[in-house]
C-alpha cells in the first residue's frame, strides 16, 4: 500500500467528491429515519494542508485553496462545512459532522499509520473506525447495523492496482446484493477514456439498475499519467442528484478549470432505472 491520501487531499477530485457527497447527505437526511453511512476507504480523517506532504505536491491549491474565500452558490454548504471543520476534512470527518443522533458512520481504513490517524481524529458517538479491507466490508457491513433500513455507501478506492475499476465494480455488485436498497457513491479518477469506458461497461452488464455517472474533465482525457478529471458513479441515486450534481460541476469547472481543450462536465445515465 503506497497510496498516501495526504499528498493529494484538497484537489480537485476531493473537492468534486465531498461537494457531492455533502449533497447526498442532506438529501438522505431530509427523512428523519436513521442513516447508516459506509465510507468503505476512509483515509486519514484530516489532513494538514499547509505542512508536509500536501505542500509537496501543492495538488490542494488548485482545489480547495480556490474556494475557500467567496465559494460560489451551489459549493457554500460545502465549503462552509469544510471551513468549519478546522483541519482540513477528509470523507469521514465531514460525514461525522453532518451526523444526527439517529445516524450511524462506519469507516475502513487499511494503512495502519492512516487507520490510527483516523482513530484520533473520529470524536466517537454512533461512529465505528475498523481496521479492515474495504472490499470485504462491503459484504460483512451491509445491511446497515440497529436495524437501520437507509444506507449511503462512499467507495474511494486509490486506484494503485491495475484492477481496482474492476474490483470496483465487482464491489459495488457485492454491496448492492447484501442491501440493494442503498445508494452507493463510487469516485474515480479519469485518466484517458477507455479505462472509463469499460468500468461504465462492467457495470451495465453486472445487473446493477438505476445508474448515474457525474464527471469533471479539466482538459481532454488523453495523458493516462495525469488526473485529467474525475467521476463519481451513483446507484440509487436521491431524488435530484442530476440537477444538483450539475450545477455543483458547472461551480467547479468554473472556479478550477483553466480554459484548457476539452474542459467540461456531464451527469449520464449509465443505467436505466
Ligand atoms: C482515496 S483515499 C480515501 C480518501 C477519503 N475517502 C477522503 O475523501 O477523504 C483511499 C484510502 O483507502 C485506503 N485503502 C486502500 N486499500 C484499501 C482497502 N483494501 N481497504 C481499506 N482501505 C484501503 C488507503 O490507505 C487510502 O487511505
Redesign the pocket.
Known amino acids: 500500500?503506497n497510496?498516501?491520501?495526504a499528498f493529494?487531499?484538497g484537489n480537485f477530485g476531493?473537492c468534486m467528491?465531498?461537494a457531492l457527497l455533502v449533497w447526498l447527505l442532506r438529501a438522505l437526511q431530509r427523512k428523519p429515519a436513521g442513516l447508516f453511512v459506509l465510507?468503505?476507504?476512509?483515509?486519514?480523517g484530516r489532513y494538514d494542508l499547509a505542512g508536509g506532504s500536501a505542500e509537496r505536491t501543492a495538488e490542494w491549491r488548485d482545489g480547495i485553496a480556490r474556494l475557500l474565500d467567496d465559494p460560489p452558490e451551489a459549493l457554500a454548504d460545502y465549503v462552509t462545512l469544510a471551513r468549519d471543520c478546522g483541519l482540513y476534512p477528509?470523507?469521514?470527518v465531514l460525514i461525522e459532522a453532518l451526523l444526527r443522533p439517529q445516524d450511524r458512520l462506519a469507516c475502513?481504513?487499511?494503512?495502519p499509520e492512516?487507520h490510527a490517524a483516523l482513530r484520533a481524529a473520529m470524536r466517537g458517538g454512533g461512529v465505528a473506525v475498523h481496521r479492515?479491507?474495504?472490499?470485504e466490508?462491503l459484504g460483512a457491513l451491509l445491511p446497515p447495523p440497529d436495524g437501520l433500513r437507509r444506507a449511503l455507501v462512499?467507495v474511494?478506492?486509490?486506484y494503485?492496482a491495475e484492477d481496482e475499476f474492476a474490483r470496483l465494480a465487482a464491489g459495488l455488485a457485492r454491496g448492492h446484493a447484501r442491501f440493494p436498497a442503498g445508494v452507493f457513491a463510487a469516485?474515480y479518477p479519469i485518466k484517458h477514456r477507455a479505462p472509463v469506458r469499460r468500468f461504465h461497461t462492467a457495470i451495465r452488464e453486472s445487473g446493477l439498475r438505476d445508474v448515474l455517472a457525474a464527471e469533471l474533465w479539466l482538459r481532454e482525457p488523453l495523458d493516462p499519467a495525469g488526473l485529467n478529471g474525475c467521476g463519481l458513479l451513483l446507484v440509487n441515486p436521491p431524488f435530484g442528484f442530476a440537477t444538483a450534481a450539475e450545477e455543483r460541476l458547472a461551480a467547479l469547472l468554473a472556479r478550477l478549470g483553466a480554459g484548457e481543450a476539452g474542459q467540461g462536465f456531464a451527469v449520464e445515465r449509465i443505467v436505466d432505472e
Open positions: 500500500m497510496y498516501r491520501h493529494h487531499a476531493d467528491k465531498h465510507d468503505s476507504h476512509a483515509g486519514a477528509g470523507s469521514p475502513c481504513e487499511l494503512h492512516d479492515r479491507d474495504a472490499w466490508a462512499l474511494d478506492p486509490p494503485e469516485w
